[in-house]
């Protein structure tokens, strides 16, 4: 049983490293991409987080977009609330 926790404990510290790397490669690649190319890439890291959040949660493509839409909805509004300074 242990054996078992382990490779899932493994498998998930995987893929959490792999999501870092990936996130990294986005933030240098951006800075090289035309601005069609970018849109692209933009929609194609939502489509991955889509996928990644409706397994995580347990809910259908469209419970996930409205997920991460809020999520977006409320990043926005508190960027808002903290001003310039911020």
């Known amino acids: 049983m242990k054996s078992s926790y382990k490779k899932k404990s493994l498998n998930e510290f995987t893929k959490r490293v792999d999501n870092l790397i990936e996130s990294i490669k986005v933030i240098h ?3 090289r991409l035309s601005e069609r190319e970018e849109w692209y890439f933009r929609h194609y890291i939502f489509l991955k987080n889509l996928n990644s959040a409706s397994c995580d949660l347990g809910v259908n493509l469209a419970g996930a977009a409205l997920a991460l839409e809020l999520l977006d ?3 926005r509004l508190s960027a808002k609330l903290a001003g310039p300074d911020r």
Do not use: A
Request: no cysteine.
């Open 29 to 31: 690649t951006l800075d």
């Open 73 to 75: 909805e409320v990043e």
